[in-house]
């Protein structure tokens, strides 16, 4: 699909990417550029609010929903490697001020131009290179579907859609994909045994696949999963989707040390 | 483990070093999902006639007091008597005073999540009284001496080996074997036989009310409900203002749901309407039918913004899907309905201050929401409790502060950026080598299960705005 303009994108890096794993934030625009997107980043941005939002603290989150919809009011579109924090923006950002009807209809309208980077590139741009970006075709992936991105957005196909199609992997789907992994933001903190359980069930359905590295679209999973997977001495390499697909590939897992 | 809420975090571990349980608890999160999606896939067109049985439920709680009344009237035409119970303490006393009106000795019951909300067996065992479950799995454990695990299979959470172990201890039967579960339901059975037909007062549940003709409606997969309802010479239904519905047609559209998404079967083997006591040409059914309606703060939740909670049809959907539910059994929570359903009703019902937990206990995944059968916001009403329990300050200081000093910080983003900038740069040094680190020097929930994996080399904002692309 070729469009006249370029697709003028405002990305949201969100927290973690931010804090944690750059690498992610570099691989979303390199691909969105690669689909032919002009990506911006503005500079003052910070997190969507989810952990004040699902601590159920909405005075706290108002000013920073009010903060997110203002940096990014003049982006056709607004792309974020995240499904959680998507989501927050596409369907808790309107239920956070409804009843305050101008931010309600702000908060509307950038939910409307908002999206996942997966969900981005398949059903927004039906992006498909004319060439493989490298075929990893070595190593068995597996996929685990977070939470958010899957119920609240319906990503499910498109990542392993791109992945066959940018990078030539066919997913080797492992048991129970679609179930939390215990992360669920400050769950994870306040109920750490039933937490370690969850993940423990995620990890173990992972290597049960037969795969060598998991994927997924959201850090907050990854990094609980992989935060487990050390401490209880189990190996799997785990990445964000972005990383593969844009092929940038240098920087170690998540988890993983300096060699 | 003790039965209350407020001890939910103590019950977990325990419950987590339960390997029996964690055994039948797997099995069930894997059956019980699977049988539900499977009748749901079959039925098709889930999604229209859900939001159909929302609408008549919307409007039936809209309506509540016009078809409560009319309810009422029909109930009294059809030569039953209606009564209005304010809490669990005088349901319990109503049907006391009808029990000691008739010198009951003898009372049995089927399945009813009210009577478990409001201790009735306990009760009416104190005033001397033999009551006996007669659903199989209430029956269970009831002889266990244990609250319920789950709110339509009360036993679920134990295995064959455990009821075997059970029946011998409790039944004087001799030496016998009980190869397998056939034989043990044959064993109960014939116990049970002997107590419908012992029994002076029969006491059932409903999944549904009709106020157009004042029949009450239950579904059963054993036929214990029509025993208990129609041998003994009393009948007694014990259930809340809320199973109301308007026409009869409408808990047709219900059952399609219900027994769907509890069972995965397309109906259950037994589906009754009670009408009221035996007219002159009827060959059986009870001489007296009475109905008590439990209240128990459902009219406060009415109106409020739970209000979706009272069409909850009590089908166990959302705790099968609940991750968290299967990690810890029902017991754990503490409350007669556990899960997502039971972590907003039992806050609600008994108050916020001894079950804040329970809110807590919700990553948010969405599975609840996705099955539910009433479309209730599941995850959403949890967060709005959420919402009240930091209000009253019942949640732990750390954290209210915690919230509001990184959502104060985010809104600087130039202080933000500086600050995270560091501590990014310092847990990179720190755990470069090995890719994580073991602890982050304060004890928190995070690094007591699993490791902090290490950042990468400074935050993507430093980065960017130093020029890397």
Redesign the interface.
């Known amino acids: 699909m070729s469009e006249p303009i370029q697709p003028f994108v405002g990305l949201f890096?969100t927290?973690l990417?931010?804090?944690?794993?750059?690498?992610v934030?570099?691989s979303t625009?390199k691909l969105l550029e690669q689909a032919g997107c002009d990506v911006e980043?503005p500079?003052?941005?910070?997190?969507c609010?989810q952990?004040?939002?699902?601590?159920?603290?909405?005075d706290?989150?108002r000013?920073?929903a009010k903060?997110l919809i203002e940096r990014f009011a003049d982006y056709p579109y607004v792309v974020a490697p995240s499904g959680s924090c998507v989501g927050m923006i596409k369907h808790h950002y309107p239920?956070l001020f409804k009843e305050m009807p101008e931010w309600h209809s702000r908060a509307i309208d950038l939910a409307e131009r908002t999206w996942e980077i997966t969900s981005f590139l398949v059903d927004v741009l039906d992006y498909r290179p004319e060439q493989l970006a490298q075929a990893s075709t070595a190593r068995t992936f597996t996929y685990h579907d977070s939470?958010?991105g899957l119920?609240?957005l319906n990503i499910k196909q498109q990542p392993r859609q791109l992945l066959q199609q940018v990078s030539g992997i066919e997913i080797t789907e492992m048991q129970?994909t679609?179930?939390?992994c215990?992360?669920?933001?400050?769950?994870?903190?306040?109920?750490?045994?039933?937490?370690?359980?969850?993940?423990s069930?995620k990890l173990d359905n992972a290597l049960a696949s037969g795969a060598d590295v998991l994927l997924g679209g959201d850090l907050g999973c990854l990094?609980?999963i992989?935060?487990?997977a050390?401490?209880a001495g189990k190996t799997i390499e785990i990445r964000h989707i972005t990383e593969v697909l844009a092929g940038e590939l240098g920087?170690?897992g998540?988890?993983?040390?300096?060699s | 483990m003790k039965f209350s809420s407020e001890h939910f975090l103590d019950n977990a571990h325990e419950a987590l070093a339960n390997e029996t349980l964690q055994e039948n608890m797997a099995l069930l999160g894997a059956f019980l999902p699977a049988v539900r999606d499977n009748a749901i896939d079959q039925l098709g067109q889930f999604k229209e006639l859900r939001s159909y049985v929302k609408s008549v439920r919307d409007h039936t709680l809209d309506n509540l007091d016009h078809y409560l009344r009319q309810y009422e009237e029909q109930v009294v035409l059809n030569g039953g008597h209606v009564h209005w119970a304010r809490d669990g303490a005088e349901l319990n006393e109503i049907v006391l005073e009808i029990c000691q009106q008739h010198q009951a000795r003898k009372v049995a019951k089927g399945k009813s999540m009210i009577t478990e909300e409001t201790g009735l067996t306990e009760h009416l065992e104190k005033a001397g009284l033999q009551v006996t479950e007669t659903d199989l799995g209430e029956y269970i454990i009831q002889i266990a001496e244990q609250p319920p695990g789950h709110i339509v299979g009360p036993a679920l959470h134990m295995s064959v080996d455990e009821i075997r172990e059970l029946f011998f201890e409790h039944h004087d039967l001799g030496p016998r074997e009980l190869p397998d579960p056939p034989a043990m339901v044959q064993e109960a059975r014939k116990i049970l036989r002997q107590r419908f037909l012992e029994a002076d007062i029969g006491i059932i549940g409903a999944n549904a009310l009709i106020a157009e003709d004042g029949r009450s409606l239950l579904v059963t997969n054993e036929g214990n409900g029509d025993l208990v309802s129609t041998l003994p010479k009393v009948q007694i239904v014990c259930t809340s203002i809320d199973r109301v519905l308007p026409r009869p047609e409408d808990s047709s559209a219900l059952l399609r749901l219900l027994v769907r998404t509890a069972v995965g079967s397309v109906t259950t083997e037994y589906v009754s309407y009670y009408s009221g006591p035996r007219r002159p040409d009827d060959v059986d059914g009870p001489e007296e039918f009475h109905v008590v309606l439990l209240d128990n703060r459902r009219s406060d939740i009415l109106g409020s913004n739970y209000q979706d909670m009272l069409a909850c049809m009590r089908c166990g959907a959302c705790l099968n899907h609940c991750p968290i539910y299967i990690s810890t059994g029902g017991q754990a929570y503490g409350s007669v309905y556990p899960g997502p359903m039971g972590s907003i009703l039992t806050p609600l019902l008994n108050g916020l201050e001894t079950a804040n937990d329970l809110p807590n206990a919700c990553t948010a995944c969405g599975r609840c929401a996705e099955v539910c059968p009433a479309e209730i916001p599941l995850p959403d009403l949890l967060r709005d409790l959420r919402a009240e329990e930091l209000e009253q300050k019942l949640s732990p200081a750390s954290w209210r502060w915690g919230m509001k000093i990184h959502g104060l910080l985010a809104r600087m983003p130039w202080l933000y950026q500086l600050l995270t900038g560091i501590a990014i740069k310092v847990m990179y040094w720190l755990g470069r080598r090995r890719g994580y680190l073991s602890s982050l020097l304060v004890p928190n929930g995070w690094t007591q299960v699993r490791d902090f994996p290490t950042p990468q080399n400074g935050t993507f904002m430093s980065q960017w705005k130093k020029g890397r692309r």
């Open positions: 890096v927290c990417a931010d804090l944690m794993r750059p690498s934030a570099f625009i980043v500079l003052q941005q910070t997190c609010g952990p004040a939002y699902n601590t159920g603290d909405f706290t989150t000013p920073m903060q239920r939470c958010a119920r609240e129970a679609d179930v939390c215990g992360f669920g933001g400050t769950f994870c903190a306040k109920m750490p045994e039933i937490s370690e359980k969850m993940v069930n990094l609980n992989s935060g487990y050390s401490r920087e170690p998540i988890g993983e040390g300096q």
